[in-house]
């Protein structure tokens, strides 16, 4: 689909000789090169883990994304290289209403491929179909933004109004690119994720601690749509080794059954050190020094910066 409308829009620039539909004609490559790398980086990052990569290939759909982002940019710099001296020189365009209707044909088209892909890829945890999808529906603005520019240089006789919607359309893929970019850096360096926790404190909400008294300290490894959970979990001092490692793998178990993106959650074991029977309900406790009140509120803040009891702290 991409491909048939890359050749439609080269083809009413050839026509028009539009700087303006020159631009939305190099976002269509874009989009072409992009749609054929994630369909490869889809493929590869789905491979199970192995001994050589034991979290997986998911990482590679950031340097997709990051790829795809580059191209954007690149793109806006081949686009202002030809409108900057189409300005400056005056060019005319010519059967404006010929590239207006190319353009908005195609936009409306891009507009309900690139939801599709975007929905798909955030169903799925997939980076590079999110990124993806969002390159194809900001390639609808830019024909919109296009269009708008084709309609006003129509109106008003202004031909150089043509190569300067061709400049903004430049700028607007540029940021864009850069944006595109930037998160995926941070899906490379496993910058926290505001939006994952969320989904991690609502799961647990759901959930049964079974003796869990607090989670804490947590930090998310996002390997594509799979994620590596490892956390700390503060459990009553009179579980045997034995008690709670299979408490714990319970609460583990129940976690990512019903948890968005397929997973793993790791917990390490500490002992409440007596300090925290205020918040712990667990009943049958022999070494109690206080009643239970409430437990401590899951927020994202206490799941990864908890404020401990200052007699727990070492």
């Keep these: 689909m991409s491909l048939a409308l890359t050749f439609i829009k080269f083809w009413g620039w050839r026509l028009t000789g539009s700087q303006a539909v020159y631009s939305d004609a190099m976002e269509s490559i874009v989009n072409v090169v992009a749609g054929l790398l994630a369909i490869f980086v889809v493929y590869y990052s789905a491979k199970p883990a192995d001994r050589g990569h034991p979290y997986g290939h998911g990482k590679i759909e950031y340097f997709s994304a990051a790829f795809e ?4 940019t690149f793109a806006a710099v081949l686009i202002a290289a030809e409108a900057i001296p189409a300005l400056i020189d005056g060019r005319h365009p010519e059967r404006l209403e010929t590239g207006l209707a190319v353009v908005v044909g195609a936009g409306i088209v891009n507009l309900a491929l690139g939801a599709w892909i975007y929905r798909t890829g955030r169903q799925a945890g997939s980076p590079a ?17 296009v269009a708008v520019g084709l309609v006003a240089a129509l109106a008003t006789g202004w031909s150089w109004l043509d190569p300067l919607t061709a400049l903004a359309v430049a700028l607007q893929l540029g940021w864009t690119g850069l944006k595109v970019v930037r998160r995926s850096i941070g899906g490379l360096l496993d910058e926290e994720d505001a939006e994952i926790i969320r989904a991690v404190v609502g799961r647990l909400r759901e959930i049964d601690f079974e003796g869990v008294i607090q989670l804490h300290h947590l930090r998310i490894v996002r390997s594509g749509r799979y994620h590596h959970i490892d956390a700390h979990a503060v459990v009553p001092e009179i579980w045997n080794v034995a008690e709670a490692h299979e408490r714990t793998q319970k609460f583990e178990q129940n976690f990512m059954q019903a948890y968005p993106q397929p997973g793993e959650l790791h917990l390490h074991i500490d002992p409440c050190r007596r300090v925290y029977c205020r918040q712990c309900s667990w009943s049958v406790c022999s070494v109690r020094q206080q009643n239970f009140v409430a437990p401590i509120e899951l927020t994202p803040e206490t799941l990864i910066h908890p404020e401990e009891p200052a007699e727990y702290r070492p």
């Design 69 to 72: 982002g580059g191209l954007i």
């Design 129 to 145: 179909l999110v990124a993806n999808g969002q390159h194809i529906m900001s390639d609808f603005w830019t024909s919109a933004g």
